[in-house]
Nanobody, 126 residues
Framework: QLQLVESGGGLVQPGGSLRLSCAAS????????IGWFRQAPGKEREGVSCISSSDGSTYYADSVKGRFSVSRDNAKNTVYLQMNSLKPEDTGVYYCAVGLRCPTTAPMPKKTFDSWGQGTQVTVSS
């Protein structure tokens, strides 16, 4: 069974950077899109980024566009989310999940993804 594990979260000051990792085991990620979602306390889980399997095309929510960058390392069976210029509103638990494809336009529904990891906490605060 495919298992996903997120890592790389932590406490960072506004304007700082973090790189999150989504590592897969039990199966390859080569044929699937990988989505990144986040959930703040009391809020709905929202899609923030996605990377396709075929052509490597990417998706970013408007709230993170220009600050976040998603990439793949097939040799390591891992997807990364580089987060720069972090803001307090980026705080939340970040999850990765498997989907068939990335959206071309918003939204990025969480119901189209599965095999969720357990999440990694990102806190942006002074």
């Amino acid at each position: 069974q495919l298992q996903l594990v997120e890592s790389g979260g932590g406490l960072v000051q506004p304007g700082g950077s973090l790189r999150l990792s989504c590592a897969a085991s039990g199966s390859t990620l080569d044929f699937y899109a990988i989505g990144w979602f986040r959930q703040a306390p009391g809020k709905e889980r929202e899609g923030v980024s996605c990377i396709s399997s075929s052509d490597g095309s990417t998706y970013y929510a408007d709230s993170v566009k220009g600050r976040f960058s998603v990439s793949r390392d097939n040799a390591k069976n891992t997807v990364y989310l580089q987060m720069n210029s972090l803001k307090p509103e980026d705080t939340g638990v970040y999850y990765c999940a498997v989907g068939l494809r990335c959206p071309t336009t918003a939204p990025m529904p969480k119901k189209t993804f599965d095999s969720w990891g357990q999440g990694t906490q990102v806190t942006v605060s002074s």
